[in-house]
């Protein structure tokens, strides 16, 4: 059972004794599901913070503010403070918070199949915007897309969650 000696005690450990079920691909499929959509908050975090520090993408699309990089030597707010940065950051989060909203009442029309299509449509659209980007609307639209594909990720991922620990633990 979940959880080993800390579990809880009782009906719940004979119930767990009860259980016959086993790992197979279909188990091991739906663990990937989950862990994947986790990771997608924690990947754009560290990878925004990387590309954002960076003087090639900081030449292209901020050069006010590579310029203020290169001659702010104490305090990086002083280096990064500017509007544009600052929505570069936070549309694709202000994105998946607003999506994820949208995105409950689409799953309960149209199930997580149509909530993972429209997912995966939106990484798609805002990667290639993002790759292809050569000012910084382009850009922060790419953002957008991506915020809304975390979005609807995000929603279904949890589902699956649910979905797995029933699977291994039994309603």
Not at 28 to 43: D, R
Not at 64 to 83: I, P, S, T
Request: hydrophobic residues 40%; proline residues 3%.
């Amino acid at each position: 059972m979940a959880g080993g000696p800390i579990g809880p005690t009782g009906v719940a450990t004979e119930r767990a004794g009860e259980y016959k079920g086993r790992v197979t691909a279909y188990v091991i499929i739906a663990c990937l599901v989950a862990a994947v959509g986790g990771s997608l908050f924690g990947y754009d975090i560290g990878i925004s913070g990387g590309v954002t520090s960076m003087d090639g993408f900081l030449e292209k699309f901020f050069p006010a503010v590579y310029r203020n990089k290169l001659h702010a030597h104490e305090n990086n707010y002083c280096k990064y403070n500017n509007q544009g940065l600052s929505a570069f950051t936070s549309s694709l989060y202000l994105a998946g918070l607003v999506s994820s909203l949208v995105a409950s009442p689409i799953t309960r029309k149209y199930g997580r199949r149509g909530s993972i299509i429209c997912g995966g449509i939106s990484f798609m659209i805002g990667a290639t915007l993002d790759a292809s980007a050569v000012n910084l609307v382009m850009l922060i639209l790419g953002r957008i897309m991506l915020g809304v594909g975390i979005g609807f990720g995000n929603q279904c991922h949890y589902t699956y969650q649910k979905w797995h620990q029933l699977i291994l633990e039994g309603p």
